[in-house]
Nanobody, 116 residues
């Protein structure tokens, strides 16, 4: 069964940076898009950033140039560099992968906490 393993979350002060990583293993399909979502208690999960197999990127409006998504197709990995973090970025961040037949897969999530 495919596994998405996230790493890089943690506690950071406002204005700081974190880099999230997600490695996809036991894969049995071709990957189309990869990306990151986030969720806070009581709110819907929202897309942070996504990147296609061709390198096209899409960011949530709240990102405002602070985050950069990248992927390594050879490693089946996706990364999210987050700069200028603020307390509103505190959430559980989930790695997301979409196959070429439009099945979605999710990681277990990694907590990002930004202190003021």
């Amino acid at each position: 069964q495919v596994q998405l393993v996230e790493s890089g979350g943690g506690l950071v002060q406002a204005g700081g940076s974190l880099e999230l990583s997600c490695a996809v293993s036991d894969i049995f399909f071709s990957i189309n898009a990869m990306g990151w979502y986030r969720q806070v208690p009581g709110k819907q999960r929202e897309r942070v950033a996504a990147i296609t197999s061709g390198g096209g990127t899409l960011y949530g409006a709240f990102v405002k140039g602070r985050f950069t998504i990248s992927r390594d197709n050879a490693k089946n990995a996706v990364y999210l560099q987050m700069n200028s973090l603020n307390p509103e970025d505190t959430a559980v961040y989930y790695c997301w992968v979409r196959s070429t037949v439009l099945n979605d897969y999710w990681g277990q999530g990694t907590q990002v906490t930004v202190s003021s």
